[in-house]
């Protein structure tokens, strides 16, 4: 079997109860040859650490930082620590998702079969707070071809539900970019087609994707947030070639960011 390392992080805003359900089905994969880094960003509290003790499974390995440093320097810790070994496949997590139980057996076949693809994510389910089907199951572009097109609205593939192929960072670099506001995953895509990377999607759902009212509120955080997020799609389609239209769409996304959250939340149901 192919060793897969899995990258996580958490930190001491996230659920106890959401953390330990995500570390569990990771662990319960049918696909059981990995090692999941853990990252702790900063002091998490009792609760959190409780969760993580409570854990008796030599796959978890625990990497800690003694400050919180934010999601992409924690995942570029993590990455540095997998890029010391020889792991062919590099997969994504959240602490508030819920992985299919399938989900890196289905990925890793599909990179088997898909030699020219560095990354594949797939459709997920969307869960609200307690768990319970949302009743909507988001399905992403499937072929390179449509990812790259789709790229020029908005992102391809779903930040947690994504394996990659150690080629992927070898053409695109060892970091997530960390020079635009929450935009780490949006800048690693842009660098991975700039670098001939090829990105693919299952039509299968590999995740439950959680849902909170608190999720909207911070990806609402005023001009400053909304203003970043125009520039790096702006650079996105000066550097990739995309056409007038791409444009349009990103200064329409920047009105709807600086809107009330219930209009965002609203938006996001309507379009997503």
């Given at each position: 079997?192919?060793?897969?390392?899995?990258?996580?992080?958490?930190?001491?805003?996230?659920?106890?109860?959401?953390?330990?359900?995500?570390?569990?089905?990771?662990?319960?994969?049918?696909?059981?040859?990995?090692?999941?880094?853990?990252?702790?960003?900063?002091?998490?509290?009792?609760?959190?650490?409780?969760?993580?003790?409570?854990?008796?499974?030599?796959?978890?390995?625990?990497?800690?930082?003694?400050?919180?440093?934010?999601?992409?320097?924690?995942?570029?810790?993590?990455?540095?620590?997998?890029?010391?070994?020889?792991?062919?496949?590099?997969?994504?997590?959240?602490?508030?998702?819920?992985?299919?139980?399938?989900?890196f057996?289905?990925?890793?076949?599909?990179?088997?079969?898909?030699?020219?693809?560095?990354?594949?994510?797939?459709?997920?389910?969307?869960?609200d707070?307690?768990?319970?089907?949302?009743?909507?199951?988001?399905?992403y572009?499937?072929?390179?071809?449509?990812?790259?097109?789709?790229?020029?609205?908005r992102?391809?593939?779903?930040?947690?539900a994504?394996?990659?192929?150690?080629?992927?960072?070898?053409?695109?670099?060892?970091?997530?970019?960390?020079?635009?506001?929450?935009?780490?995953?949006?800048?690693?895509?842009?660098?991975?087609?700039?670098?001939?990377?090829?990105?693919?999607?299952?039509?299968?759902?590999?995740?439950?994707?959680?849902?909170?009212?608190?999720?909207?509120?911070?990806?609402?955080?005023?001009?400053?947030?909304a203003?970043?997020?125009?520039?790096?799609?702006?650079?996105?389609?000066?550097?990739?070639?995309y056409?007038?239209?791409?444009?349009i769409?990103?200064?329409?996304?920047?009105?709807?960011m600086?809107?009330?959250?219930w209009?965002?939340?609203?938006?996001?149901?309507?379009?997503?």
């Amino acid at each position: 079997m192919d060793k897969i390392a899995v990258i996580q992080s958490v930190y001491k805003n996230d659920s106890p109860e959401y953390l330990n359900l995500s570390l569990n089905s990771i662990l319960n994969q049918t696909y059981k040859d990995f090692v999941l880094f853990l990252g702790i960003d900063g002091p998490i509290g009792d609760e959190l650490s409780n969760v993580i003790r409570s854990i008796d499974d030599a796959r978890l390995n625990v990497v800690e930082n003694k400050k919180n440093k934010g999601l992409a320097s924690m995942l570029n810790d993590l990455l540095a620590v997998c890029n010391k070994d020889d792991f062919e496949y590099i997969a994504r997590m959240d602490s508030d998702d819920v992985a299919v139980s399938d989900r890196f057996e289905k990925q890793i076949a599909f990179l088997r079969e898909h030699p020219k693809i560095d990354m594949v994510g797939g459709a997920i389910n969307e869960i609200d707070e307690n768990g319970r089907s949302l009743g909507k199951i988001v399905n992403y572009p499937y072929s390179s071809e449509e990812c790259f097109r789709f790229f020029a609205k908005r992102n391809p593939v779903a930040h947690p539900a994504v394996m990659f192929r150690r080629n992927f960072f070898e053409k695109a670099g060892w970091h997530y970019p960390t020079d635009y506001m929450r935009n780490e995953d949006t800048r690693l895509w842009q660098e991975g087609f700039k670098n001939g990377c090829k990105i693919a999607n299952l039509p299968d759902v590999v995740l439950n994707f959680r849902m909170t009212d608190d999720m909207f509120r911070r990806r609402r955080n005023g001009r400053a947030f909304a203003k970043s997020q125009l520039e790096l799609r702006r650079l996105i389609i000066k550097d990739l070639g995309y056409g007038s239209m791409a444009y349009i769409y990103a200064y329409a996304m920047y009105l709807l960011m600086i809107s009330p959250s219930w209009l965002l939340k609203l938006a996001y149901k309507l379009l997503r």
